[in-house]
């Protein structure tokens, strides 16, 4: 029997040999590669350090900005695109 001969199932599926269904359960993966991470980052990474960097310099690329780099951002802002940072994107103190 040739494979466009073999019955079909509603789906459109061949029936035929050769075809088997399996599942791949990648659980014990995700959590190997996540101990991997966090053994890479080493005992001295602080998380609550790193976010704390990070809003430092958001709050550097938002301060200093021109009238026109002021105005872009506003409009960024109102439109949901960027959220509001503490001094409104002006240079803090």
Do not use: K, N
């Not at 035929?16 to 990648?26: A, H, K, L, M, V």
């Not at 998380?47 to 002021?70: I, K, N, T």
């Not at 109102?78 to 103190?93: I, Y």
């Amino acid at each position: 029997m040739a494979p466009h001969d073999l019955p079909h199932d509603p789906a459109g599926i061949p029936d035929g040999p050769g075809t088997t269904g399996f599942d791949i359960d990648f659980a014990a993966h995700e959590l190997l590669r996540r101990a991997q991470i966090l053994d890479a980052l080493g005992p001295e990474w602080d998380p609550v350090e790193v976010m704390r960097g990070e809003e430092e310099a958001y709050d550097l690329l938002y301060s200093g900005l021109d009238a026109e780099q002021q105005r872009v951002y506003e409009d960024l802002v109102a439109a949901g695109v960027l959220p509001r940072r503490e001094g409104g994107g002006r240079a803090s103190a």
